[in-house]
């Protein structure tokens, strides 16, 4: 009979071995989907893992692997405090749509001025456009007691109804013959966040390296961090300590916004271009899986959005290649959250075998 201990202390082993060992469980039953849907499972998981880094295109993909990981890392680093804090921020999706909506909103009210000071202001807009939208969630569950997961989710779908109005209003292009979406913010100078389009670069990836040099000091060398992990491991002792839990969810829900809104900006400003009804394609969602993926650990989180953005630039490679569709490519991705919990409770158990008691 199999049976869980629970081990004297976590295991150190298998919290660095987790998220190995969840990757190759999700090649592997990855692979199983891919056959039952009629693909050879070795061709599509060498085509999603593989070809963007090693094929004879690889120097075209390899630039999407900034693009595509730039917001989950932002927006992941942002979760992270609030996680390791208890905090459940799940609407990072809704922040980072209304980040782009804001700060999209300033660089096309200068349209077309040329200045040096537009896309400074576009990112102080993005930021607190973000950071406003998370704090209803933050308030709301410090006043009131709500539950900042329901709050925060449904927020998403204002959020995406409000991105739909000003893309078919406020925002549209008036030179546009009555299409929905704005303006194309990458090919105005003063707006775009590019910064060599060809090599991916643009400033939403050294915001996101920053974010992560700031979230490791912030956590390992800081006050503030000490009281976010005592937080998360034991609230009683937290508040023992002098910690002020509302002013915490406060500044961790605030640091999530924030993040999320600069990631939304930087990407309506420079890859996406424009806001459009489909500007949002589940950054914020992924980011979750990103965050525990990486251990909450920031350079954990930066590995984990390379791999993230990796699934998300092979989904398409085999999409189009091998007519895969796009919804084994999210079944694959959510696989891959399910193993890294499922196997994370290695961590704190061990299996043994039991005898059936006669």
Partial sequence: MIKLEKRPQPSKRWTFATPIVAVLLTMFFGGVLFAALGQDPLVTIRTIFFDPLFSEFSWFYRPQLLIKGAPLVLIAIGLSFGFRAG????????????????????????????????????????ALGGLLWAMIPGLLRVKFGTNEILVSLMLVYVAEQLLASMALGALRNPEGMGFPGSRNLAQYPSATSWINQSAGMHWGVVTALIAVIFAY????????????RLSGQSPRAARFAGVNPGRLILICMGISGTLAGLAGLFEVA???????????????FTAIIVAFLGRLHPVGILLAGGLMALTYIGGEIAQS?????????QILQGMLLFFLLAVDVLTNYRITLARKAH
Avoid: K, T
């Fill in 270 to 284: 420079g890859p996406a271009g424009q806001v459009s009804i489909d500007f949002n394609v589940g950054y914020g």
């Fill in 321 to 329: 290649n091998l007519g895969l569709p796009i919804a084994a490519i």
């Fill in 87 to 126: 905090i459940w921020n799940i609407g990072a999706e809704g922040q980072y749509i209304v980040g782009a909506i804001c700060g999209a909103a300033v660089g096309l009210a200068f349209y077309p001025m040329e200045s040096f000071i537009i896309l400074p202001l576009m990112v102080v807009a993005g």
């Fill in 217 to 228: 000091i912030a956590l390992s060398r800081h006050i503030f961090g000490f009281n976010v």
